[in-house]
């Protein structure tokens, strides 16, 4: 076989010249130093990375350097990586850039994380990789800094977004890349107009299966390698979920996905002792929440969806605030009410004032007091939130609030307070993703997201790698509710609390059924008897660990860590 | 390299090209440019365009580098360096372009009355670099004696040994080359072709083999499109698999020039 060999001949060509006009020639010194700067930057072998042995203080772990490795020498620098939560897929996309910088191949980077993370990755890169990163704040960064850390909000807002359209970058990383999913929103739109050699998109929750979202991540990735949209569906149905069968997609997604699993890593994780916490409520709080419960017999609510009625169950299990701000935005969004919907409305509210205490909040402030260390509450609704901050603040405890909706300065800030003055962090659900607290080992789920994913990345916060002492969760639930319900099912029928953080979505995603949300209110809102409802959990609960049963067995059958199922 | 050695190699770039150090402490060092490294490094040539016509007095700039952020003091302000930043890259590129071309001639404190000749060397160091969606380089350093045509490996290393200078030493004259620089150029390419044709090309082999299952794969989400639809997206994705793939080797040269050595130093 025959490669074609290239000579540079614009060596020689300047070489000549210098003979002919007699010079000038260079320095000794520099000429050794030239010859010292080509040995430190030869890659002398196709395989194997630079950027390690320039990061003498950095151990990354052994899974984190095959990702580096397989992206830039396999993947061409495009890549999903899709490890399981907490396995720091931080470091991976540090490697990759610090090695495609070392090789000359990326001077200008783009990263584009959840608010939240933007100065702690612009940290990171700079601390560990000496990366120069820099945190967006000013609009000029964009052009004068080669290495920008972002948020995805704030630049695909003018005038940042105009700035940045005009400028080439070599990588972009995207973190928590699963928001880019659907193709139709003016993130992913903004995504796919930035111009990108190698482009890198993290995500913790893999592709689940399903075509449409391998579509529009694949595009991103490599415009076009699907051919066009219309005919790729027709060939593949939109929401099927025949990936499976299809050996050509299969084949697609190993050559642009990487996903580890904990197992495979062969990491050794802290312990996690979970605890339910099983609360009693008080006289006029059981009488709230049976007044709620029994409006599923009157028609007219039942007309308007089992949901409101069982958000009002759950909120009852949270607080009266909750209940309330509920209570008050049903009856502001009648236009006009029938004199009934306001009665009854005003009898819950009635029941709500007569409520004095909160059962919960006492036995949570009995367990901060007993644990004597920082403590996490995670809660769903705001008006528990602050009533709770309202709450311990009487009690003398210190807390610091924390919701998804703060700016990124804003959370930074809360986090360091924290850290170093508060001892409780009281998180509402959209804070739950993309803020590290390992220096906290103690959780308290006040009230249960029916979401399981939603419950397994308010663990991940806090049980991940770094994460030093045994993690303590603490799950609240009232006797005789929907929560004890829900808390019984991901606790006993499929222990979600003992499986380390990531396994669960891999098995969800095994599942043929949509959203494990709409199970529950299928369950709770319809059934017509105790039995109906117990025996469609036993079902839930049978498909999962069939499920698990069906991961199982392909592990044991797989030899990489890397093939979607 | 790691950071100490950086440190080490911007030491001695800025002071073989006649800088002086200002300050040099654990983790950062400022050094101030002379002109001609300004002009080098700062890419200002409206500064130096404007000063020469007006003749003003040249105001050449201070640069402080840090090369760790955590042993450098707070209050200092500079220029981060590492491994891979943009700008330790173009003093890498800018070691290479002021040091392409040398003459250099050996120092050999021969006292005794007699003429020593020197003999004419064409020194060049070379990168191999073997290409598909894979890189691998191999620096080599040859040496073409000018009159007898010989060729020695690692003759950087040689020159290491021995002491060089640019002046010619007293007692010494230069023998005439016999073979001409242009064809000397051309050996010593013959020469590395000669063996890169008789190496194991597996990696190539292998290269396409990847290319093509690639372009199989590429294929099958296109083959119910007909060819005139595929439009320009499908050409771009198969040219990209081209330049992702094909093998080949490049040759360049990253230095080299005229080496005036005794007998006894080959």
């Known amino acids: 076989m025959t490669v074609e060999i290239q000579f540079d001949t614009s060596w020689a060509d300047g070489f000549f010249q210098k003979i002919k006009d007699d010079g000038p020639w260079g320095n000794w010194d520099l000429y050794k130093l030239a010859i010292e700067v080509e040995k430190h930057t030869v890659i002398d072998d196709f395989e194997g990375l630079q950027a390690p042995k320039h990061l003498p203080q950095l151990t990354p772990l052994p899974h984190q350097l095959e990702v580096a490795k397989r992206v830039v020498e396999d993947m061409n620098g495009k890549a999903i990586l899709a490890d399981e939560v907490g396995l720091g897929k931080t470091i991976e996309a540090g490697l990759i850039l610090k090695e495609y910088m070392i090789r000359g191949l990326v001077k200008k980077a783009l990263i584009l994380v959840p608010a939240s993370l933007v100065t702690q990755w612009a940290n990171e890169l700079t601390s560990k990789f000496y990366i120069p990163a820099v945190a967006q704040k000013k609009s000029y960064v964009w052009e004068q800094c080669d290495v920008v850390v972002s948020s995805i909000d704030t630049a695909k807002r003018n005038p940042h977004r105009d700035i940045i359209f005009q400028q080439d970058y070599d990588l972009i990383i995207i973190d928590e890349a699963h928001k880019l999913k659907n193709n139709k929103t003016k993130n992913y739109e903004f995504v796919q107009s930035l111009k990108k050699k190698f482009c890198l998109l993290l995500t913790a929750t893999p592709i689940q299966n399903r075509i449409s979202e391998i579509f529009n991540l694949v595009s991103l990735l490599k415009p076009g390698h699907l051919g066009n949209e219309s005919a790729f569906y027709e060939k593949y149905k939109k929401d099927s979920r025949s990936l499976d069968d299809n050996e050509h997609l299969k084949q697609l997604v190993n050559k642009v996905m990487i996903r580890n699993r904990r197992a495979d890593t062969g990491i050794e994780w802290t312990g996690r002792h979970v605890e339910t916490v099983p609360i009693e409520f008080s006289k006029e709080e059981q009488q709230l929440y049976d007044a709620i419960s029994e409006l599923r017999s009157e028609d007219n609510w039942m007309a308007t969806s089992a949901f409101s009625i069982m958000t009002l169950q759950r909120e009852a299990c949270s607080s009266r605030e909750a209940v309330f701000v509920t209570l008050k935005n049903m009856l502001a969004k009648q236009e006009t009410p029938s004199p009934a919907y306001e009665q009854q409305i005003q009898t819950l509210a009635e029941k709500v004032q007569a409520v004095q205490k909160n059962s919960k909040a006492e036995k949570a402030l009995e367990l901060i007091r007993n644990i004597d260390d920082k403590v996490i509450i995670f809660t769903e609704y705001r008006a528990t939130q602050m009533y709770l901050q309202w709450f311990l603040k009487q009690n003398g405890i210190t807390s610091v609030p924390f919701r998804g909706g703060f700016k990124r300065g804003k959370k930074d800030w809360m986090r360091e307070l924290f850290q170093k003055h508060a001892q409780v962090l009281i998180a509402t659900e959209a804070g739950g993703e993309g803020i590290n607290l390992q220096f906290c080992h103690h959780i308290i789920n006040f009230d249960l997201p029916w979401n399981p994913m939603r419950l397994e990345q308010r663990i991940g916060r806090v049980h991940r790698l770094g994460q030093e002492k045994d993690v303590h969760i603490y799950n609240f639930a009232t006797k005789g509710t929907v929560e004890e319900h829900v808390l019984k099912l991901l606790h006993e029928k499929i222990s979600l609390f003992e499986k380390v953080v990531g396994e669960l979505d891999d098995i969800l995603s095994k599942l043929e059924f949509g959203n494990f949300e709409d199970y529950l209110i299928d369950i709770f809102g319809h059934s017509t008897s105790e039995g109906e409802m117990k025996i469609k959990m036993d079902n839930l609960a049978s498909m999962i660990q069939f499920a698990e049963e069906m991961k199982g067995s392909e592990t044991n059958a797989a030899a990489g860590n890397s093939t979607i199922s | ?266």
């Open chain 2, 1 to 266: 390299m790691q950071q100490q050695e950086i440190q080490r190699f911007l030491k001695n770039y800025f002071q073989a090209n006649g800088c002086e150090i200002i300050e040099e402490e654990n983790g950062y060092m400022t050094v101030q440019l002379t002109i001609e490294l300004d002009k080098e490094l700062m890419n200002r040539p409206f500064y130096w365009h404007y000063l020469e016509k007006t003749g003003g007095v040249p105001n050449p700039m201070k640069l402080t580098f840090i090369t760790n952020q955590e042993a450098a003091p707070e209050h200092i302000k500079g220029e981060v360096i590492h491994f891979g930043s943009p700008r330790l890259h173009q003093i890498f590129q800018s070691t290479k372009n002021l040091a392409a071309y040398i003459r250099l001639y050996e120092n050999h404190r021969f006292t005794s009355g007699q003429q020593v000749p020197l003999k004419p060397w064409l020194g060049l160091n070379v990168r191999i670099s073997y290409q598909c969606d894979r890189k691998r380089d191999v620096f080599k350093s040859l040496g073409l004696q000018l009159i007898n045509g010989q060729i020695v490996e690692n003759f950087h290393d040689r020159l290491l040994n021995l002491q060089l200078t640019p002046k010619i030493p007293d007692y010494s004259f230069t023998l005439s080359p016999l073979i001409m620089p242009k064809s000397g150029v051309s050996r010593i390419k013959n020469q590395l072709v000669r063996e890169i044709e008789q190496e194991d090309d597996s990696w190539a082999v292998e290269a396409r083999k990847r290319w093509h299952k690639d372009l199989q794969l590429l294929e099958h989400f296109y083959e119910e499109i007909g060819d005139d639809e595929k439009g320009e997206t499908y050409g771009n994705e198969k040219k990209a698999l081209q330049d992702q793939y094909e093998p080949n080797v490049k040759i360049s040269i990253v230095n080299g020039g005229l080496f005036y050595l005794t007998d006894r130093a080959v």
